[in-house]
């Protein structure tokens, strides 16, 4: 079991930046490839970026490519999501997530919540002017 406990959200203006930071506890969290999902009033929950467990692989979605950096330390078992140039549209709550499962066997569904076993509460984001 892994729990997942998400920090950072805020209110902010249009074009300032957030960091977001995930703690994990429980089972090694090295092994575990990690996600952000986000989800907007009204609508469903979506893909924002992966991480595999070594941190060498990291995939975004198209709408925040260039803007929002994911990151790891597995010293501190944590995974962090730098948020840059923000935008009404990033308005959501952000939720952390944990696959227990190597890269290779979520390679080509790192984008769909059912691949990832454990989620965070979640944090919101505010973006306004």
């Known amino acids: 079991q892994v729990q997942l406990v998400e920090s950072g959200g805020g209110l902010v203006e249009p074009g300032d930046s957030l960091r977001l930071s995930c703690a994990a506890s429980?089972?090694?969290?090295?092994?575990?490839?990690m996600g952000w999902f986000r989800q907007a009033p009204g609508k469903e929950r979506e893909f924002v970026s992966a991480i595999s467990a070594s941190g060498g692989i990291t995939r975004y979605a198209d709408a925040v490519k260039g803007r929002f950096t994911i990151s790891r330390d597995n010293g501190k078992n944590t995974v962090d999501l730098q948020m840059n140039s923000l935008k009404p549209g990033d308005t959501a709550v952000y939720y952390c997530?944990?696959?227990?499962?190597?890269?290779?066997?979520?390679?080509?569904?790192?984008?769909?919540?059912?691949?990832?076993?454990?989620w965070g509460q979640g944090t919101q984001v505010t973006v306004s002017s």
């Open positions: 429980g089972r090694t969290f090295s092994n575990y490839a």
């Open positions: 997530t944990a696959a227990d499962r190597p890269w290779g066997l979520i390679a080509s569904a790192y984008s769909l919540a059912g691949a990832y076993e454990y």
